[in-house]
């Protein structure tokens, strides 16, 4: 059984950093500092995760004073009103702590890493703008530091699971990608309701997407190439979005024919969007859009995941397939009721970041998601939480 990239995954502890790591009186380490950026939904969860673990002292930043205000008040948290478009002033947020987590929208997300370069600490992102991460790409080159973007659920978590199936292949011949993230009881015409980032959602829905097509990388147009599919009864519509793939395409590019991404919603949600983007031209107005996606879909803590990755190949010569199934419903963690998009995005940058604190992960340099372990990420005290269903049924079928 050859690994696409599971030799490659990262156990060493070796080139531990010590930066922004408070020390008790005998010389251990106690809690290590840590900053967040963005203090909505998924920024102020992430920080509530870190906190109640005891290992993080936290700075929950935003521009925001109003949003700072609503943070529940911890003795390992802390808030600062801070500009992300003021360098200095984020250089110096930064400088001494071990590292920085952006939950902001994707556009401030070069500025952010810039000035954790800067600063000297480690970088991790949720974003899922493709432009974006090249440029994370480029700045992790010339940094003394670790650089993980792309740490959520989609891309994220995603990869994580498509490497780890395909590496049970000699060969490979396709691997099929699908997330949404969806209301449990649907209840208007887009059958959706808002779960997360809304300038994230229309971006994916805007932006080319990344697709490997008979073993050739090419750029495919968002809400296209729709199909449906049943699972637990229920009929989902996948469509094209972009950046679900994360560097996976770059990754198994030369290693198989079929490579793919497609966000899961409830059937006849796609060709309401294509008419307002297209037909009504929203593409090209985005703040309206957002605005009418604010003030029109409510959000809902009764959500569902769905994750759903297919990969098919040779071992020993036969044909076969192979497929993880999951679904994660909201749930109580650390003592509050958190929504399944929540649960999923903050508990996955919370695991990589342990993972890196711990000296699982390399202390410099770019990471891919896929170069991380499924093994040691569901182990994981937050990686756990994808496990509501265990992994081994799923594999069983």
Known sequence: MSAFLSDQRFISTAGKQTVGVQTDSFGGTTMKNIVVIGAGKIGSTIARLLAHSGDYQVTLADRSAEQLAMIEKHDAISVAEIDISDSAAMVALLTGKFAVLSAAPFHLTIAIAEAASKAGVHYLDLTEDVESTRLVKEIAETANTAFIPQCGLAPGFISIVANDLASRFDTLDSVRMR????????????????????????????????????????????????????????????????????????????????????????????????????????????????????????????????????????????????????????????????SAIQITTATSICAVLDMLAKGELPSKGFIRQEEIGLDAFLKSRFGHHYEQRAYADKLAG
């Open 179 to 338: 997330v949404g993230a969806l209301p449990q009881y649907p209840s208007n015409a887009l059958n959706y309701n808002l779960t997360w980032s809304t300038d994230g959602v229309i971006n994916e829905y805007i932006e080319p997407c990344e697709a490997i097509v008979e073993g050739q990388l090419i750029k495919v147009p968002a809400l296209e190439e729709r199909e449906e599919f049943s699972l637990d009864g229920v009929t989902y519509e996948a469509f094209n979005t972009s950046g679900g793939l994360g560097t996976l395409c770059e990754t198994l590019k030369g290693k198989v024919r079929t490579l793919n991404y497609r966000t899961i919603r409830y059937p006849g949600h796609a060709a309401i969007m294509k008419a307002l983007l297209n037909d009504l031209g929203l593409r090209h107005r985005r703040e309206v859009l957002k605005d009418i996606f604010e003030n029109s879909l409510p959000s809902t803590m009764q959500d569902v995941v769905i994750i759903f990755v297919t990969v098919s190949g040779r071992k020993e010569g036969r044909l076969v397939q192979e497929t993880y199934a999951n679904k994660v419903y909201s749930a109580v963690v650390a003592g509050r009721m958190m």
